[in-house]
């Protein structure tokens, strides 16, 4: 079977909009919190997100918005946009230019697209507002592409002409590490040769406040406290936006341009919690399993994975049941992985953060370093076993795995492993 690999990222994130400045705040532990000016209300308890800076996107009007001069995008195209594929589109363009593709290297029957994201509530409330307020003729004929669910891959295949397969994905949080899995299973079947994931949400006051309805946003008002996966004192998650996009290449596909790789995906696997529609199963089962079953696609024994990538959000539940479930697939505490979760950084992405989280992982095994877990200053007791690094790490890892959990129990882990230099 064919072997998978890495060979372009694209960035549009809280911590930096390209792969330089993310790998450096990465390093450095540089997170990307804001006191969000919309929040900053008496009757909204959660006040902190995980910023997008250099774009403005918080018009229901895409002629209003404002993106960096290096993107040159037609009107046409931002009309039936919401600001999520803004952002992907963007990420789209820089891991064209990063993998060093050609036009009949994208628009060809080889190469597909997968797409993740909620779509834009936003728009979606717009839009429905106006037909119910004016009637359905002075609704905007692209109201509904450029809000629902599919908006990502409606929008990417049409805009970069892709022709093979082409797909949403709507496994909440799991979304885009749904699409990662699936996208690998496409080339190394020898369906495709080349396949863009991208994940990517609005991250406005629309797509992250119902949260707060749950209970299950961060009410601290000091962004350096907000997010603590792990810790202690942690209350929640921070929500952020933005878009990441990766570039999946077959061996043959990479020989041919003769392309270094990030990395290599060695396989995946997926379970479900059958436990509760929004929380996490208190063991942590379906994790574990999913860890399990992706270890075992991918040839990998537990003792020889140097970190994993938690999904953990700093909520109450959800990081203790991912630490029950990472010490019952690692239950040699001697040779157990190192553990981070790097939404300490960034915040939560919802859909977006299986892929932006593989992202990081590809960054961090080309370069050779290990991100810590910042902002734990008390480690949760029930997490007591794992092996969390406060700072980051200047060593390589070989094996890396990411996790990804969603609504439903949903959970995905996808295995890397570092190439050749």
């Not at 330089?20 to 390093?27: G, K």
């Not at 902190?48 to 037609?74: C, H, L, M, N």
């Not at 429905?128 to 990502?152: F, Q, Y």
Request: glycine share 10%.
């Amino acid at each position: 079977m064919p072997r998978v690999f890495i060979t372009g990222l694209g960035f549009v994130t809280s911590i930096g909009n390209d792969a330089a400045t993310v790998t450096r705040n990465l390093r450095e532990l540089r997170h990307g919190f804001e006191l969000y000016p919309p929040f900053q209300k008496s009757d909204i308890p959660c006040k902190v997100v995980g910023t997008i800076k250099d774009f403005t996107a918080d018009s229901t009007d895409q002629e209003d918005w404002t993106f960096p001069t290096r993107y040159k995008i037609k009107r046409e195209l931002l009309r039936s946009m919401a600001p999520n594929g803004l952002f992907a589109h963007c990420a789209m363009i820089q891991a064209i230019e990063d993998a060093k593709l050609t036009e009949p290297d994208i628009s060809n029957p080889d190469t597909g697209l997968y797409a993740a994201s909620g779509g834009s509530p936003m728009l979606t409330h717009y839009h429905h507002e106006r037909l119910n307020k004016l009637g359905v003729m002075r609704c905007s004929p692209l109201g509904i592409v450029s809000a629902i669910v599919g908006t990502l891959n409606f929008n990417l295949v049409a805009a970069f002409k892709i022709f093979g397969s082409s797909c949403g994905f709507s496994s909440a949080c799991a979304s885009s590490a749904h699409g990662l899995g699936y996208a690998f299973d496409d080339l190394s079947l020898g369906r495709q040769k080349r396949m863009f994931v991208v994940g990517a949400e609005d991250g406005n006051v629309d797509a992250i406040l119902p949260f707060a309805g749950m209970r299950t946003l961060s009410l601290q008002n000091d962004p350096n406290l907000a997010s603590r996966p792990f810790d202690a004192a942690r209350d929640g998650f921070v929500g952020t936006g933005g878009a990441t996009v990766l570039v999946l290449e077959t061996e043959d596909e990479v020989a041919r341009r003769g392309v270094r790789p990030y990395a290599e995906l060695l396989g995946w696997g997926q379970a479900s919690d059958g436990w509760n529609v929004a929380i996490s199963h208190p063991e942590g089962s379906g994790s574990a399993a999913a860890m399990t079953r992706g270890l075992r696609a991918a040839g990998v024994a537990p003792e020889q994975v140097d970190y994993v990538n938690a999904h953990a959000t700093s909520t109450l539940i959800g990081d203790i049941s991912e630490a029950r479930a990472l010490r019952s697939v690692f239950k040699d505490s001697a040779a157990r992985p190192l553990v981070s979760s790097t939404k300490a950084l960034t915040g939560h992405g919802l859909s977006l953060a299986g892929a932006m989280e593989t992202g990081f992982c590809a960054l961090a095994l080309r370069d050779g370093f290990i991100p810590g877990n910042a902002h734990l200053t008390k480690l949760e007791p029930e997490c007591a076993g794992l092996n969390i690094p406060l700072k980051t790490l200047e060593q390589p890892a070989n094996i890396v795995v990411k996790n990804s959990s969603g609504f439903g129990g949903a959970n995905v882990a996808l295995v890397l492993q570092r190439t050749a230099a």
